[in-house]
């Protein structure tokens, strides 16, 4: 079949991928710790169709070969871990990370998922827990009567009993950090896995080991950039009508000769 | 009569390798550091024994325009561009040293510098391994600084240097994996005035209005030597009827 019909085909598939991510990014601009994510192209390989350098006679070389490259492929959806503007919220289980790191979460399997979205809530145990209900590790249970809940830089977190002054401590977040957090696989929920690429987790105290603080009360909003993002769709979208136009213009080649060759 | 029919499909032949070429770089026009090749057609006579009349067209693609790409800022630390001219220094997948101009370098689980797509960095003394770090930095010439994990911020550390290389362009060829080498195999010596700017990635350099013109251009060629093989067809069909005996 043609070649220039495939390598175009291929243009299309990648700025489609690229316009999923986009639009994924997008979608996610309000999500609480979201982290925008990048397609990453490279050129297919290239198929030789007439050596380069080959001899033409015994002392003469062929000058130029004809080296036809197939076209382009997606070789990595990147995230890319730059951190998020904050948000003031004055609520007391808001916590943000200032800094690296990732808060860690007891997925229903028994593992451990990372995330860096600090919006969390209590369950009718008592329990610190993200939104969607998975509880916060090492685990914290806050007193039906307690006033208030502090959290601290180091992630010390104390509430205030009735009748008591001095506040109590319920225990301490501890942050993992990774060598290389572009290697973690998200799983959507905000979560993140750890994986080979990322490295094994390295659990740390709030503001020790190159981790970040916290801070409550405030949030890390997503940091994805609408504008940057505006100009990739056109791009992605300029760049996916060059494909189809390129894939209409080879077909009409092959229907012009078919048209005028036929007997 | 053969003649023109077989003139006029290497023609076409070829502009559909051209095609192809062109349609390569279009596909590529949002991939990083990638550099459009050219797709030029020359001719390559075969002489016979009466009228020198067949001259072969071939496409030579080995031309690739090392003009530069434009800048897009990322802000992400390890997005490294060259500024002007030169090439990141890669290690392929085969083991011999790859030139790229493709700089969106990651730390892997190990600690290993390496492109998006998996290919190590290459540094003054091979791959390069950068301990666990709070921040990286790359400066001008390619030097890499380190904050270590919990470090102060005065604690910088300089680790090695991205080995940066500036060959004569003329003398690049492309490999099957999209990847520069020296065209006699040697690899190039390290060139200190290679320059690079962090946070930013250099675009491929295909212009795509130019690369449609020439696709429209290309399709025109085309249509022109199927018409010639037309001609010839009619002309052998004329042959046949006056000549023939019914």
């Known amino acids: 079949m043609n070649q220039a019909l495939w390598i175009a085909k291929t243009g299309l598939d990648a700025q489609q991928t690229r316009m999923s991510v986009v639009s994924n990014n997008l979608a996610n601009v309000n999500t609480t710790g979201h982290k925008k994510g990048r397609a990453v192209f490279e050129d297919l390989i290239y198929q030789t169709i007439r050596q380069p350098g080959a001899q033409v006679t015994q002392d003469a070389q062929l000058p130029s070969g004809l080296m036809l490259g197939v076209g382009v492929r997606t070789v990595a959806t990147e995230k890319l871990f730059q951190q998020g503007s904050m948000v003031l919220t004055d609520n007391s289980l808001d916590v943000a990370i200032e800094g690296r790191g990732f808060f860690q979460i007891l997925l229903p399997d028994g593992n451990l998922g990372y995330t860096r979205d600090g919006t969390f809530q209590l369950n009718s145990e008592g329990e610190v827990v993200m939104s969607n209900g998975y509880p916060l590790q090492p685990g914290l249970t806050v007193p039906d009567e307690a006033l208030s809940i502090m959290v601290g830089e180091d992630g010390t977190v104390g509430v205030m009993l009735p009748d008591n002054p001095e506040p109590q401590i319920l225990g301490q977040i501890q942050l993992a950090d990774f060598i290389n957090p572009a290697g973690l696989q998200p799983t959507g929920k905000n979560l993140f896995l750890e994986t080979a690429a990322s490295g094994a987790a390295q659990e740390a105290v709030p503001g020790t080991n190159g981790v970040g603080g916290l801070i409550q009360g405030m949030l890390e909003t997503s940091n994805v950039n609408i504008a940057e993002e505006l100009v990739n769709m056109i791009e992605t979208q300029r760049s996916y009508e060059a494909n189809s136009k390129a894939l209409s213009t080879a077909d009409s080649m092959i229907q012009f000769a078919n048209n005028n060759l036929a007997r | ?246």
């Open chain 2, 1 to 246: 009569m053969d003649r023109m029919l077989y003139v006029a499909m290497t023609g076409a032949k070829q502009t559909m390798y051209a095609q192809a070429v062109n349609n390569h770089n279009l596909a590529n026009a949002n991939t990083h550091g990638f550099r459009e090749s050219m797709a030029y057609a020359y001719t390559e006579p075969l002489r016979g024994p009466v009228y020198d009349s067949r001259d072969y067209v071939q496409v030579a693609n080995e031309a690739i325009d090392f003009s530069t790409g434009a800048m897009q800022t990322t802000g992400r630390d390890l997005d490294v561009a060259i500024q002007g001219d030169g090439f990141l220094a890669v290690q392929a997948e085969d083991g011999t040293e790859g030139y790229t101009r493709a700089g969106d370098l990651h730390i892997d689980g190990q600690g290993i510098m390496r492109l998006g797509n998996g290919l190590a960095v290459l540094g003054d003394g091979g791959p390069i391994a950068i301990p666990p770090a709070e921040s990286i930095l790359i400066g001008t010439d390619g030097t890499i600084t380190i904050r270590p994990l919990g470090g102060e911020a005065s604690g910088v550390v300089a680790m090695e240097r991205l080995r940066l290389v500036n060959p004569p362009t003329e003398n690049l060829v492309r490999g099957v994996d999209g990847l520069f080498r020296q065209r006699d195999g040697t690899n190039a010596p390290a060139d200190a005035n290679v320059r690079v700017a962090s946070g930013m990635l250099e675009t491929s350099n295909v212009n795509t209005v130019e690369a449609l013109t020439r696709m429209m251009e290309l399709t025109r060629h085309y249509e022109t030597q199927v018409k010639v093989m037309s001609t010839a067809d009619n002309l052998g069909k004329s042959n046949n009827r006056l000549l023939g005996l019914s």
